[in-house]
């Protein structure tokens, strides 16, 4: 009978070890599935800002055509005001400045207005990036004293008056 005890205890220490190694496995599987995951989602975020960085684009340039076509057709007329300026030959050929209220396509995008605000934050980035690339001037002591020498002439001239 000690036979049999003894496989017992063997196919218990196997089975044991077995259930180690299984446990592993998942683990080492649900890490791959995150590492993928996530080199994913890094993959579409990277993908969304090109997106939303070119919808910004396509909307400033409608931006900038609307206002030229707004702007070469005011005296004569266009699509937004109508062409009775063009079918009319009145003297009277003042201009009339457009409004943003004659922005008929740029304010009828849902994202104009998200991407004016996104195209404005690039910008002032970009100006303050090219900010911190000119090396500030150092003033000195003489600086100073030229300053004061100007302010003083133009103070001296004003107690003439």
């Given at each position: 009978?000690?036979?049999?005890?003894?496989?017992?205890?063997?196919?218990?220490?196997?089975?044991?070890?077995?259930?180690i190694a299984t446990a592993s496995e998942p683990t080492q599987v649900t890490r791959?599935?995150?590492?993928?995951?996530?080199?994913?989602?890094?993959?579409?975020?990277?993908?969304?800002?090109?997106?939303?960085?070119?919808?910004?684009?396509?909307?400033?340039?409608?931006?900038?055509?609307?206002?030229?076509?707004?702007?070469?057709?005011q005296s004569n007329g266009n699509i937004i005001r109508g062409f009775d300026g063009?079918?009319?030959?009145?003297?009277?050929?003042?201009?009339?400045?457009?409004?943003?209220?004659?922005?008929?396509?740029?304010?009828?995008?849902?994202?104009?207005?998200?991407?004016?605000?996104?195209?404005?934050?690039?910008?002032?980035?970009?100006?303050?990036?090219?900010?911190?690339?000119?090396?500030?001037?150092?003033?000195?002591?003489?600086?100073?004293?030229?300053?004061?020498?100007?302010?003083?002439?133009?103070?001296?001239?004003?107690?003439?008056?």
């Open positions: 009978m000690p036979d049999v005890t003894s496989r017992k205890d063997n196919t218990s220490s196997t089975s044991n070890s077995s259930s791959q599935k995150y590492d993928e995951t996530k080199a994913e989602l890094q993959a579409l975020l990277n993908r969304k800002k090109q997106v939303d960085s070119n919808l910004i684009n396509l909307e400033h340039s409608i931006y900038l055509f609307e206002g030229s076509y707004l702007e070469d057709t063009y079918l009319t030959n009145r003297g009277d050929k003042r201009k009339q400045k457009f409004t943003e209220l004659d922005r008929l396509f740029s304010l009828s995008s849902s994202t104009y207005q998200k991407a004016l605000a996104l195209k404005e934050d690039q910008d002032s980035s970009q100006d303050d990036r090219s900010l911190k690339k000119r090396k500030p001037k150092l003033t000195t002591g003489g600086d100073v004293q030229r300053k004061k020498k100007r302010l003083g002439s133009v103070q001296a001239t004003d107690d003439d008056d």
